[in-house]
């Protein structure tokens, strides 16, 4: 069964960091792409940062690049979002999900609508 279950969320304030897991069941992360979304208040799902897990290779919405990192983990069902110097536009719901593709152009392309996506974390940051 497919599943995804974040956790890392909270409150901080601004500048500072979290780190985001991701437990992955019924997705096999070996041949397929991983990738964080974010859902800030009012408005639509962005696709914040994936990975293809074959090469390693990563992708990243402008807003983020230089402060976030995406990384698989130990054990390797585990996906992480490092994210640090963290801003007020950042707050959001930030839920995984599997990743069709991704590019500069299209973002990240998930394989399956928000139902079968993770429930997501919450992250607030505000002083």
């Known amino acids: 069964q497919l599943r995804f279950v974040e956790s890392g969320g909270g409150l901080v304030q601004p500048g500072g960091s979290l780190r985001l897991s991701c437990v992955v069941s019924?997705?096999?992360?070996?041949?397929?792409?991983i990738g964080w979304f974010r859902q800030a208040p009012g408005k639509e799902h962005e696709g914040v940062s994936c990975?293809?897990?074959?090469?390693?290779?990563?992708y990243y919405t402008n807003s983020v690049k230089g402060r976030f990192t995406i990384s698989r983990g130990i054990p390797k069902n585990t996906v992480y979002l490092q994210m640090n110097s963290l801003k007020p536009e950042d707050t959001g719901n930030y839920s995984c999900?599997?990743?069709?593709?991704?590019?500069?152009?299209?973002?990240?392309?998930?394989?399956?609508?928000?139902?079968?996506w993770g429930k997501g974390t919450l992250v607030t940051v505000s002083s």
């Open positions: 019924g997705f096999n992360l070996d041949d397929n792409d």
């Open positions: 999900a599997g990743v069709r593709y991704f590019n500069d152009y299209d973002g990240c392309v998930p394989y399956y609508g928000v139902n079968n």
């Open positions: 990975l293809d897990t074959t090469d390693g290779s990563t």
